[in-house]
């Protein structure tokens, strides 16, 4: 009791420094034994060793004087006997390079371990109930929890001991997690993903596969993102199963121009109303320069649809724009007959839809115009410049 060697040590070390995670690992499995109580050093203290402590002089009774706070007269009994003297210790030598211990630890099953069982287990059940879980960190502030988790992992894992069946039932009955904690904690965050996927599609969302997608504050569309990746690697193929139980289908949010393209037949043809020019949009941006990726056989069917709902033949022919009205241009800003002031700009009515905005967008983009702007002699790019062209 008081013939004890206490001991401490102040390391100071980045999370990076490895030499000192390895010490700090070092320390903690060689005091693990004491932990998890498999320590042939630890002796369960009974009542009647107490008391033949005591009676011998060995300990002091702590109890209070009815006079104060002083203790009783039997308080430093103990100490008149005079300490042992103590050899020097040696120093423990841990290097970053040297894998050698100085001990040995035969992990065993003792009956102070089948003793104290059932306890450790109920504050293992406390432990579940508070955090959700059984995989106790290796930084959690209950110190023999810890140990008595990580003995359970041992044994069960173990080539020779056995578990009692008692306690592998019991373990069982909580959930408790043999394999590596990570396992678990990427389970309990997948399962987390799951319900908030339920709810997005209860709430009858659109919900998108991107980095840029949130639902209620929650990266969901990231989420999806990295499954998909996993998927295409061959990994978590079960958790994507998960995923299209819910509802939701990764197919209809697909970018690839086969499964835009089966998307778009569908809701063309499901579409009691369907607006031709929304529709024609959405052709010529993501089918039109895809003809060739997207097969005969869905062309076909694009083009059926779009006769069945429109009443005409669906085009593929790409059209290329006009991009260069300069010559036009000029000839107007010359033509007496519609332009008698010789003006660069007039109203659409007068210059005509094309003409019009194509000027106009000269008129107001800079870049634009410095690309045609050395067809323009001096004097023209004055007239420009006084009619607020930007030259």
Do not use: C
């Not at 300990?59 to 020097?88: M, Q, R, V, Y």
């Not at 008129?363 to 410049?385: A, G, Q, V, Y």
């Amino acid at each position: 009791m008081f013939y004890n060697v206490e001991s401490s040590v102040l390391m100071d070390f980045s999370s990076e420094d490895k030499s000192g995670q390895k010490i700090l690992n070092q320390l903690k499995n060689y005091f693990s034994p004491l932990f998890d109580f498999s320590s042939d050093s630890i002796d369960k203290v009974t009542k009647e060793y107490i008391d033949f402590l005591f009676e011998n002089g060995r300990i002091s009774s702590e109890d209070f004087t009815a006079k104060g706070n002083e203790f009783n007269s039997t308080h430093d009994k103990s100490k008149n006997n005079k300490l042992p003297e103590i050899p020097e210790l040696e120093d423990v030598d841990i290097s970053e390079n040297s894998n050698s211990t100085n001990y040995t630890y035969e992990l065993k099953i003792t009956d102070e371990y089948l003793e104290k069982w059932d306890v450790m287990f109920e504050r293992m059940v406390k432990f579940k109930e508070k955090y959700n879980k059984t995989t106790v960190p290796v930084t959690f502030e209950d110190r023999t929890l810890y140990g008595w988790y990580r003995k359970q992992k041992d044994i069960y894992n173990h080539p020779t001991l056995k578990m009692p069946d008692e306690h592998f039932e019991k373990l069982n009955s909580i959930q408790f997690h043999f394999e590596d904690g990570h396992k678990e904690r990427e389970r309990i965050i997948e399962l987390q993903w799951l319900k908030i996927l339920n709810q997005a599609i209860k709430a009858n969302e659109e919900i998108k596969v991107n980095h840029r997608y949130l639902f209620n504050g929650e990266k969901l569309g990231t989420f999806l993102v990295g499954l998909k990746a996993s998927n295409k690697i061959g990994k978590k193929l079960s958790l994507r199963k998960e995923v299209e139980n819910t509802g939701f289908n990764f197919k209809e949010t697909s970018r690839k121009p086969k499964d835009v393209a089966r998307r778009y037949i569908d809701e063309l043809l499901n579409d009691e109303n369907p607006t031709k020019s929304a529709y024609q949009t959405r052709f010529n941006s993501h089918m039109k320069k895809k003809k060739d990726i997207l097969g005969e056989k869905l062309v076909i069917e694009l083009n059926e649809a779009w006769e069945l709902q429109f009443n005409e033949k669906r085009s593929w022919e790409v059209t290329k724009r006009l991009i260069d009205r300069t010559k036009e241009w000029k000839e107007f800003r010359y033509n007496k007959n519609i332009n008698p002031t010789g003006k660069w700009a007039k109203g659409q009515k007068i210059m005509g839809d094309k003409l019009y905005h194509w000027v106009r967008k000269r008129r107001l983009n800079k870049n634009t115009l410095d690309l045609i702007i050395e067809h323009f002699n001096e004097s023209e790019k004055l007239e420009l410049r006084q009619e607020g062209f930007p030259i």
